[in-house]
């Protein structure tokens, strides 16, 4: 077993901040269930990552060993190829394509990491957004129930893999909080996003950007390296992403309520 701790740094806590920015972004202002699915498989996909560092970290090649995989090139590449396919212009495909690969010559050539290790994150990134767009037929004939059990079955299995670690606790609750949150919008926020004014959105995206900023860097360096410090962290970070920024914008009036409880663990067919 190995120290995950040595992938992180200022870069990798200013791209955890972006990917829950752009995640969060398109659950407050385009379509909550695609929002939701983001930000859940971005953070299964990192802690994937940091769970094969741990337990697998190493790939000899005969006259050196390499990472099998970056957890940052990883959950890159799984957040950007999730939203490939829902593009409709060329622009959006192009960040989509232009993000990751950005991404990935940047710790290529400026930190050095092997490139078998980039191409390691490339394929395991891509891996998972590719069979989860596979399994949506299965997944959206689950029940609601169901899928709820499994938002919180989930983290708690993948915490007693990265118990060790007591500092990436934050994902597990992170992915909690995103679970249980989202399950309570549906039933009790229901936030219309189709009938608030793009002003609206723009002011949500601030405040949900500036909490999360808050939160990852005012508020957990004072919990890091406390086991439930971390966990409390991720849990509030997920319901606020999920559950408190939407109740603010309907308590606001800034955002308007649907009058039936809308579905946001099932797929949505819409496109950007």
């Known amino acids: 077993m190995t120290d995950p701790g040595f992938f992180i740094n200022i870069y990798s806590q200013i791209l955890f901040i972006a990917w829950l920015a752009t ?32 337990y697998f970290p190493y790939l000899d090649l005969g006259n050196e060993n390499v990472p099998v995989t970056h957890p940052h090139v990883q959950a890159t590449v799984t957040l950007f190829s999730f939203l490939l396919p829902l593009c409709r212009t060329r622009l959006q495909t192009s960040l989509c394509v232009a993000s990751p690969a950005v991404v990935s010559m940047f710790y ?12 390691g994150g490339i394929l395991i990134g891509g891996f998972i957004s590719y069979t989860y767009y596979h399994s949506l037929e299965w997944i959206g004939a689950m029940p609601d129930l169901y899928l709820f059990l499994l938002a919180i079955i989930l983290p708690f299995f993948l915490s007693l893999l990265i118990y060790p670690q007591e500092y990436f606790l934050l994902l597990p609750g992170l992915l909690l909080g ?95």
């Open 108 to 119: 290529l050539l400026v930190q050095g990491v092997p490139a078998f290790t980039i191409a």
């Open 178 to 272: 995103i679970g249980v949150g989202a399950t309570l919008e549906q039933y009790k926020i229901r936030m219309n996003l189709e009938q608030t004014r793009r002003r609206s959105k723009f002011i949500c995206f601030a405040v949900g950007a500036a909490g999360i900023i808050f939160v990852m860097a005012g508020v957990r360096p004072a919990f890091e390296g406390f086991m439930t410090g971390e966990l409390i962290t991720g849990v509030f970070t997920g319901l606020w992403i999920t559950l408190i920024v939407p109740f603010m914008m309907i308590v606001s009036q800034l955002y308007e309520q649907f009058g039936n409880r809308e579905q946001v663990f099932h797929h949505s067919t819409r496109r950007f």
């Open 23 to 54: 995640a969060g972004g398109i659950f407050w202002g385009l379509d909550k269930r695609a929002g939701f699915q983001l930000l859940y498989l971005t953070v299964v996909s990192l802690t994937l990552s940091y769970i094969i560092v741990m």
